[in-house]
């Protein structure tokens, strides 16, 4: 991998400034899938650069909330525009900063540049409502108003494009923010800075703090004048996110985390949907996906065609450097990501699993320097003590679960504390139907993966998985505060309800 040898030295982005952490601690980030290559040195952040950044945020407030909102999203335009210019060169540092394969790289890439695009052309669209009133001489309004300051904390598995739907609509909409991206993705997030800078953001719009997660991010979260945290992440951080916000009267969560996801493959479902579906499902993003499939729910009568064509199609995925073409897994994240995968994977062993594929740590050649594992799948007669059936692994583990009918499929899928994307393979529109009325989810697919979100769609879970106010497109309802505000365009006063003016 000689291409971007030379490590760049990142900074935190405050007030259109780059400047280090108060600190002068760095830390690294290095390549998954081969450790030896050192991206970047990134500030190690504190408290106090938290604070500063939120300052910077504050201080930006009032003039960006009073530019018009196409202004605002003009700046939007010039963003696209950059990173358009240097599309593939940016694909290639996402898939060697998290590891996943070039045409993921690609798609992270292009699913920013979607949300832009979508920012952008949302901001001459209508906002807000003209709402009817009972009296004829007065007219009311729907007005949305911004929040203030916003903290966005993202993950690394989308470096690129969850930032910009936490950051699009809020900043759109006139807030400030301050961005703090994953400890593993810190090159990507000093990428998403630089972009804001060369695009025309004012200084203090938006503010980029590196570090990791105690010692920035929840400062950053607990800063008073932080209004929003608009959090992406595991359900344990999103937990201390919404205990860290229940401290103080202003602030909100908005909180998207894990799924324990599911495939329910119907006895009359199509097999070649049905396989296909289920190896994108798990194995995309080496199953490092909010989204990924950890149970394939199979009808009994399609579970032994289901599972030796499902295997068959496994067997062929090529494992190894994700800048090859040819790859469809790369590695893990990092060491400590491989170990809760084999974690996941004994704890199936331990409560009975029928092992299928061993998913075993791999060594040797181009696997020696990075976090590389095979698939691992296991039969297994669902059980509500199980951990493994009802916890998130985040790695390539999946299970492939027989049920006896469709009422048993969803009763199987509900039986977990999360409920973020789920899909349903069927050629039955009645029982796809009950699946889409009973099922607890997100995002439902009818023959698709339990992959593929798209951003004007509202990207959010239910249960442990999310706050329900979900991201992208749909972020605007958690950053903006709705006003009623009522017009008299009469000469006296009419009051609504039949309430007299006379004293
Ligand atoms: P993570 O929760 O470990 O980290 C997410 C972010 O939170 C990072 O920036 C981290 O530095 C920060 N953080 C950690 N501790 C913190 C604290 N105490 N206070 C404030 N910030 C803190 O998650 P990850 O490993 O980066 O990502 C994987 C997880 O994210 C999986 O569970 C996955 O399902 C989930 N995820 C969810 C979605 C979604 O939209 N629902 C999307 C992508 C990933």
Redesign the pocket.
Known sequence: MAEHSKPIEGKNYIEGEWVSSSSDDIFESRNPADTDQVLGVFPRSTEQDAKRAVEAAVKAFKNWKSLSRIKRGELFDNFAQIVKSEQEELSRLVTMECGKGINEGRADVVEGIHMVQYVFGSSRMPSGQVVASEIAEKESYMKRHPKGQVAA??????PFA?PL?LLGPSLLEGNTAVF??????PLIGHKLAEYFHRAGFPPGVVNVVH????E???P??AHPEIDV?L????????S??KQ?CSNYYNKMAV?????KNALLILEDADMDIAVSSAVLSAFKTSG?????AGRFIVHEKMADEFTEKFLEMTNRIVIGNPLREDVFMGPI?NEQ?LKKVEYHNEMAVKEGAEVLLKGERLGGKEYDRGFFINPFVYKMKHNHESFVLRE?A?GPHVAIIPVGSVEEAIEVYNDTEYG?SMAVITEDYRKARLVEENCEY?LGYVNLPSIGAEVHLP???VKR??TGMP?AATLIDAVTHRVAWTINHGTEIKMAQGLGVEI
């Open positions: 904390i993202s993950p690394w598995n989308f969850i739907w703090k991206p994953s400890e593993d993705t570090g990791y997660g105690e920035a991010g929840a950053l979260a945290v959090f992406t992440g595991s359900y344990e951080v999103g201390r996110i860290i909180c998207e985390m894990g799924g490092q996906r909010c989204v990924s994240i990501g998130e985040f973020l997100g990207f959010g879970g998985s999310g991201s």
